[in-house]
């Protein structure tokens, strides 16, 4: 089983970003995603940016693979994602079936959590597009992930999100904007000031969403540690962890001492706990609500 660590889905300063992978080069993760998947109007690094932090990750041993946005809003959007697939250099997660298109027969891509491939037939038609590896949709259960895999064709490989505040929905209008009263195009880039995502609470005060730009997300953070056992009895070939602005060495390295050993070590959950910021849950996983958590043995 391979580690992965997801796109950057917040919007962090320059140099901030530089460090965070310059430190992830040496963490134990196989497989690091790059590019701006949420937003267009986040600039603080290009196309180029991301390019150069590829080739510094692939020198210190790991796979880079650059993901598209989910949501294309302009002809500006569309014109970034055929430059991104057209790289010649690295692999594409496809976010989008416009970024399937723009490599399929081409070259060989990761299939996107967004593309919401929930059957084998979806698998069979992705794979003869070229794809190698699927991205399990984020509300799918342990036992709809088994049935699937039971006609998952040959030789494609299966990720699943296993680690971060679940990404849920994407709109056109700008939630962090709106929060501030700010129009979506003058929005003064205030995403930036929330490295982790902003917190919704209910009227009551409980923990609701989080919003990030045009993204919501869960409040609570997804984690799949202690359900390490059925991961590896299924088969899944990858595990996906969201980047945090803060102890993400610490996370990576208990789900990977989780993978080495088969399980989680004793206590592990509550060691992670405070290096959330938020509580853990994963019920989606046990067909459950996404905000439960369910202790497994």
């Known amino acids: 089983m391979q580690l992965a660590l997801g796109p950057l889905l917040y919007y962090w300063p320059r140099l901030t970003v530089f460090d965070f992978y310059q430190a992830a080069a040496e963490w134990p993760v196989d497989i690091v995603y790059l590019g701006e998947s949420v937003c267009s109007r986040r600039h603080e690094l290009r196309l ?3 390019l150069d932090i590829a080739r510094m990750l692939r020198d210190a041993g790991k796979t880079p693979i650059l993901s598209t946005m989910v949501l294309l809003e302009s002809t500006a959007d569309v014109g970034n994602m055929q430059k991104l697939v057209n790289n010649g250099e690295f692999m594409v997660e496809a976010s989008d079936m416009g970024a399937v298109r723009g490599v399929a027969g081409k070259q ?13 037939d979806a698998l069979e038609w992705m794979a003869s597009l070229g794809a190698t590896r699927w991205v399990m949709p984020l509300e799918m ?25 679940l990404p ?19 929005c003064g880039f205030r995403c930036i000031e929330h490295p982790d995502g902003l917190l919704l609470n209910t009227r009551e005060g409980e923990a609701f969403l989080t919003i990030n730009g045009i993204q919501t997300q869960s409040a609570r ?40 050993e088969g399980r ?3 206590g592990a959950l509550d060691a992670l706990r405070p290096l ?12 459950k609500p996404g905000m439960d958590l369910v202790l497994t043995a």
């Open 276 to 287: 959330l910021p938020a509580a853990p849950c994963n019920g989606y996983w046990h067909g």
């Open 264 to 266: 989680a070590a004793p």
């Open 221 to 260: 953070i997804h984690s799949l540690l202690t359900d390490m056992p059925d991961l590896l009895a299924l088969g899944v070939d990858v595990l996906r962890l969201s980047p945090q602005s803060q102890h993400m060495d610490q996370v990576v390295a208990a789900f990977d001492h989780a993978r080495r």
């Open 108 to 120: 060989p891509f990761v299939a996107g959590p967004h593309l919401n491939l929930f059957n084998a």
């Open 141 to 165: 259960t342990r036992e709809q992930l088994a049935t699937v895999l039971q006609g998952k064709p040959e030789g494609l490989q299966t990720e699943v999100f296993a680690f971060g505040r």
């Open 48 to 50: 180029s940016d991301w």
């Open 168 to 186: 849920l929905a994407f709109s056109a209008r700008c939630f962090t904007a709106r929060h501030y009263n700010l129009p979506k195009d003058d």
